[in-house]
């Protein structure tokens, strides 16, 4: 029996229309996005599905947007299988968090403000600052964090990277240039009900599992300037035995990397009506859809 552990995506995962198909073949789907857009007290579900990129791609747009549609993929993929099993969670950046309300960490509508909150302190953090965020591919990593410690993406190139690709996102997150929004993330995990996850959630700042709600509310902080150790946490998951990857949420990025770390890794990804169909249809369940 395969163990199995869900993905959410994090920033830069965002698409144009992102959730349409699925509000518009699912009721399920369209409650959820009516009981969002009435939590946050604006139509965030039209931004997602007709917003222009311009404004989907602002931070306090684009986290609380990917929260949602990855959400909407983790309760569909529930529904439709009827009895998922996963024994642990991981998210990328903001998908920590996402991560934590899918294992019962905190509720639906508090991760969806804190994201919402989040994104704007991080906005307000880039005003404040400059910087950007690139892919860097075709290094290592202690390479590529001496590359870091250095300079930037430029020198990357000098040092034998492939490629370093900009990311769609505002600044530069996972820095130091993020230490502006700490304090105010810090006050609003203060007044979320957080209690211990029921399975197995890895932190993106130490790759290992949250050990406590203590623990949580302090990794959340560090995460924004901490770098995020995304392969170090996959490796972890390999090397207790899981074999089965789901990704929830806009696009497929997080498979891909599991790929490219561990390419006999089952993966799968939910993140329109299609991939949410063949899905279920490969983890052999038959059901009308």
Known sequence: MSNTALLFAGQGAQALGMGKDLAEKYPAARALFDRANAAVGYDLAGICFHGSEPELTK???AQPGIYLVSWVAFQLLKELVGDLKFEATAGLSLGE???LAAANALSFEEGLKLVRQRGRFMHEACEAT???MAAIIGLDEATTREICAEAGVELAKTKGAKKA???PVAGAYHSRL???AQ???RASLASVRLQSPTVTVVSNVTARPHSSVAEIQSLLVDQLTAPV????SMRFLLAQRFTRFIELGPGKALSGFMKRIDKNAGTFNVADAPSLEATVKALGVKRET
């Open 183 to 185: 304090p105010r993330l």
């Open 97 to 99: 968090t996402t991560a």
């Open 165 to 167: 690709v900009p990311l």
């Open 59 to 61: 931070t306090e747009n």
């Open 130 to 132: 400059r910087g950007a």
């Open 178 to 180: 993020m230490a502006g």
């Open 229 to 232: 150790r995304w392969e170090e």
